[in-house]
């Protein structure tokens, strides 16, 4: 019999994965895309298939010790999506940078092995205008800003809660995510979504490469805070978002944090101490359903029958009804012949007779 053990990752384990992911992607990737290039046989799809590739392969080997984010920008929206605490979010940024650093290096001294070879404008930089492509800077912004929105929103629906039965397949589905946005887009830009892969190879490829990072580092992370932030709004979350994530807006605290801390932050209108929910006092209101009426609409509404009353003692020379003959006797606290039903019985009224005049009846 084997006994499987589950522990939890540390944060060293998590950061050595995240180096060691981001490497193969930008390895991978980018020497593809270099080598290529440098053969003159550059080929879209093999570009694009090598990137899908490295993602799809690295998060099958470290996904479960990291998550496999091997990107800025989708550690920003897992963060802001309520997926990974902030305080993570530096160790992991780190890691990508300097995964993405080593891989740049590697290929720029295996490259050097080539005889002629120039790493600037050759180390499968990212580009736009003049400089680069010929493709306009706000152009390139929009594009990289949408291409990241859409790889994180795949990323946030292909790791939810609820896509349990298909969370063997997700390293699969954004590593076919990321090939679709290389052929979509590589003969613009030459597709980033990524900063850590911009800057990783950037920084060798010249002044021009490292001039036009900015537009490969903000417009990935606009995108996926974009993307982090209403993937919740759209879809809700498909668990109790992880403690220290998301965006607390107005110095709110979210779901997790309420219950990890009861009592804080909780005094609500109209009762100390205690939440106060529409429509009833204390009782959670549930959308959808129906408010409670006030407690003093409630108890005309579910007036309770009133108790039976108990004779009170009996004093010298008093009698008791008798029962007419032909009639049932009369039971304690029901009404007497034309009484309104659920009014007690007084004591020291007189009875009614049937035709609703007083009857006296002498004493024995």
């Known amino acids: 019999m084997t006994t499987t053990t589950t522990e939890t990752p540390t944060t060293g384990q998590k950061f050595a994965a995240e180096v060691f992911g981001t490497f193969g992607l930008v390895f991978f990737g980018c020497g593809t895309a270099m080598l290529t290039t440098e053969l003159d046989q550059f080929s879209y799809v093999g570009t694009a298939l090598a990137f899908g590739l490295a993602v799809l392969v690295m998060a099958y080997a470290v996904g479960r010790i990291s998550g496999g984010h091997f990107n800025p920008a989708v550690t920003l929206g897992a963060a802001l999506g309520g997926r990974l605490a902030w305080r993570e979010v530096g160790v992991y940024v780190g890691a990508q940078l300097l995964g993405g650093l080593l891989a740049g290096a590697i290929l720029f001294g295996l490259f050097h092995g080539i005889e002629g070879f120039d790493a600037e404008g050759n180390m499968a930089q990212n580009s736009f205008g003049d400089d680069g492509t010929g493709y306009a800077w706000w152009a390139a912004l929009i594009l990289e800003l949408l291409l990241t929105a859409i790889f994180v929103w795949v990323i946030l ?51 021009d490469a490292i001039i036009q ?40 605290r979210n779901k997790h944090q309420v219950q990890q801390y009861p009592g804080y932050g909780q005094q609500q209108w109209g009762q100390p101490g205690a939440p106060q929910q529409w429509g009833q006092p ?42 007419q003959p032909g009639q049932q006797g009369q039971s304690w606290g029901q009404p007497a012949p034309g009484q309104q039903p659920g009014t007690p019985q007084q004591w020291g009224t007189p009875d009614a007779d049937e035709d609703g ?5 002498p004493q024995d």
């Open 157 to 207: 629906a292909v790791t939810d809660a609820r896509n349990a039965l298909n969370a063997g397949a997700a390293p699969l589905a954004i590593g076919l995510a990321l090939t679709m946005i290389h052929l979509a887009s590589i003969g613009f830009t030459g597709t980033s979504v990524n900063p850590a892969r911009s800057i990783g190879v950037g920084v060798f490829a010249g002044t």
């Open 213 to 252: 990072l900015w537009l490969f580092i903000v417009a990935p992370l606009v995108g996926a805070a974009i993307a982090g932030l209403t993937y919740p709004l759209i879809f809700a979350h498909g668990d109790d978002p992880v403690a220290g994530s998301g965006l607390r807006l107005g110095g709110g």
């Open 282 to 323: 204390g009782t959670p209101q549930q959308w959808g359903q129906q408010a409670a009426p006030p407690p003093q609409q409630q108890q005309w509404v579910q007036q309770p029958a009133a108790p039976a009353q108990q004779p009170p003692p009996q004093q010298p020379g008093q009698q008791y009804p008798q029962a």
């Open 357 to 361: 005049r007083t009857q006296i009846r």
